[in-house]
């Protein structure tokens, strides 16, 4: 009975059971252990970190802030709090706020490649993209490789009329994944904005093989159909998406 007393006193306790129920896919459960950890212990980093977690999980942003507000005042120079506390500001629009983060945590951690990329996707949203794509490149000179942002990187680059470095993320991509269709159909969209819209037709077409029910491959290859004149096949895309959005 007194070991169970004294566990109950301890935060560590709570944490673990906290850790045990959120890894099960209950976040309400664990965050009210997290919480009594709290209690006994209101300068706990791992139980502050977690509950705003959880918060930020469940789309409770303002308060998951509060808690990574609250953890860096007890102890500023741990990157993942920033870095959390940037992606919350994000997620609210508070885009200036979370660029400070991301600065701190890239000056706290520097070869972390999760805060470059969460850094570049900022910075997207900011319309920055040549410093969007800076950000992806310290990203993937320490982890090579990362589908998702080599993905984000193509982007930028085609935001910025870059077509031929697109492209050639979009090849990196499919060298680790054949069978991503976006990457297969954005290598059709590098073409038709080159103006080669018979050269697009054929990712497109093997794209949708990878992904039949994809719309935004099926517009695309809509509008390059269009270029060419050919109105039928275009008219036959544009049905398909019609059946697929009514459903």
């Known amino acids: 009975m007194r070991d169970v007393d004294k566990a109950g006193r301890d935060p560590n306790y709570w944490i673990t059971m906290g850790y045990s129920l959120h890894n ?5 459960q664990a965050k009210k252990y997290y919480k009594r950890a709290l209690e006994l212990d209101p300068k706990n980093i791992v139980a502050r970190i977690s509950l705003g977690n959880i918060l930020s ?49 890239t000056q706290l951690d520097p070869n972390n490649p ?15 993209y040549r410093d969007a794509v800076s950000c992806y490149e310290k990203s993937l000179k320490l982890s090579p490789h990362e589908v998702k942002v080599w993905y984000d990187k193509a982007f930028a ?8 470095a697109a492209d050639l993320c979009y090849d990196e991509i499919l060298k ?6 976006d990457a297969t159909g954005d290598k059709g969209v590098v073409q038709a904005s ?7 037709i054929p990712f497109f ?19 390059a159909l269009e270029e060419l004149g050919d109105f039928e096949k275009a008219k036959k895309c544009y049905d398909e998406v019609d059946k697929m959005s009514s459903i």
Request: charged share 25%.
């Open 176 to 181: 680790m994944d054949p069978t991503h269709a």
């Open 194 to 200: 080159l103006g080669h819209f018979h050269d697009a």
């Open 114 to 128: 999760i805060v470059w990329h969460n850094k570049g996707l900022l910075l997207r949203h900011l319309g920055q």
């Open 57 to 105: 999980e469940t789309g409770n942003f303002d308060n998951a802030i509060n808690q990574y507000i609250d953890a860096i005042d007890v102890d500023p120079n741990i990157p993942e709090i920033w870095i959390n506390l940037g992606a919350a500001l994000t997620a609210i629009g508070d885009l200036q706020e979370a660029k400070k983060c991301y600065n701190k945590a």
């Open 157 to 164: 680059h085609m935001n910025l009329s870059e077509y031929k």
């Open 24 to 28: 099960e896919g209950k976040p309400v």
């Open 205 to 223: 077409d093997e794209a949708l093989k990878i992904d039949p029910r994809n719309i935004r491959l099926l517009m695309n290859k809509a509008r």
